[in-house]
């Protein structure tokens, strides 16, 4: 059926771009002496005298070779210029899926977490506040956030670089902000909130502080302790929400983790200097067979939650130790970009080629981050009130009020019962949602410059350069196809009413 839909979708496609442009209007209006020769060569190059119905067919005939493994007869076609789409395309899909995967994936994190937040937290300061913050995010367009990050993220970081100082005043005020989330993120009654809003403000403030009089934000990283301090909270944290701190086993299998990450750290530094990204890749498999491996031999009767707990445990040490690494090439990364690390065009630097790794990934990161919030605006919003509304229905199901009932722990009630069935819903937003991202790269790369998908597809469509746009219009709905197949496999891991045929 999904074949049919997009044979049927691609014939629309095609016929409405080559009815409703004109390819020749740039040589018709050009004074090169030659036009008519360059004229028939497009005409034959393109396909031109043929009707658009018949080159539907002929594409498709082309794009069919695509799906012959190892026979190398993909054909999609060719650009004015004479080069092979199936030649245009990988490069301009590369910027484009690495900064829509990271905006799903990173909307899906935060807007869930801050729904479920939220809904817990029902007609609160920090509901209310958070309601209001994802609409403003949800109706800012896409352009205005775009030009906005570059004007204050990307001017106001790289001109604060030149001189890293903090004001005491800032720390206060961030640390004041900080500790009202917290507060209102925890509850509870007056002492409860005084002393978590406290906490938070005086670690806030002191971190500020540090960082400013220490120059963390010219030669960033964590450090051994801060390894440490982290890889002991990953652990605690996985524990206390998946398990409880009471699950003995549950907490030695985050533990050992823990601990293999911490030694990983100081025996790998010297490997990290060669590494290159198929090492880690090598070393972050090494990583989840760690935790999978603690999990399955401490993990007793809970195996299967153990074991759960030490690949979740396994991947947050990782990416810890990742960023820390990636911090450490900062400073170099920063000189090579004098001074100026936050990019605001291109997705990469022109001819910019160390012979480090860590450097390549800064350069990479730092060009699409911008793009990539500005494209996080877009779906933030929605997770945030699926979440939050899908989350309050739950909790007031009968099945969850027998939990309780029973004396069940609100963190068991949460994690085990209500959490997974608010996930339904939400994996089908996750499916259409990548749609808009896509819709909405094409107006954040043009603003950003970014070669990628949308800029080949606008550039396309403009002279009626048909099989460039065709070729975007295939990538797009292969991942569409893609992601609608992933829901319904998520269905079944979700819902046991539902099963894969």
Known sequence: MSILILLAASFVMFNLVALSTDPLEDLRSSNNPNKQQLIEARIQL???DVAPPLRWAMWVGGAAKCLIPFANACDLGTTFQGAPVTDVLPIAMVSTIQMVTAALLLAILFGISTGILSALRENSGFDVSFTVLSLFLYSLPSFLAAALLKNFVAIGFNDFLQDPVIPIVVAVIVGIVVALIVQAVVGGDARRRITSGGTSFVLTTGLLLYMSVTGWFLTPGFGPVGI???????????????????QRRALLTAGIVAVAGIISYFALQGLFDVSTFATIGILFVV?????????FFVGGDDRAQNMRIGVLVAVIIS??????????SFPGYMEDMNGRPIATVGSSTPGYAPDNMWRVGLDVFFHLLLPTISLLTISFAG??????AGMIEVLSQDYVRTARAKGMPERVVVVRHAFRNVLIPITTLVATDLGGLLGGAIITEFIFAIPGMGALFQRSLGPGDLYPVMGYFIVIAFMAILFNFLADLAYAALDPRVRVR
């Open 383 to 388: 997770y945030t009130r699926y979440a939050r």
């Open 228 to 246: 440490i301090v982290l890889s002991a909270g990953a652990a605690l944290g996985v524990t206390v929400l998946i398990a409880g701190i009471h």
């Open 319 to 328: 990416v810890i130790i990742l960023i820390d690494r990636f911090m450490q």
């Open 46 to 48: 393109a396909n031109l």
């Open 287 to 295: 990583a989840l067979a760690v935790g999978f491996a603690a999990g």
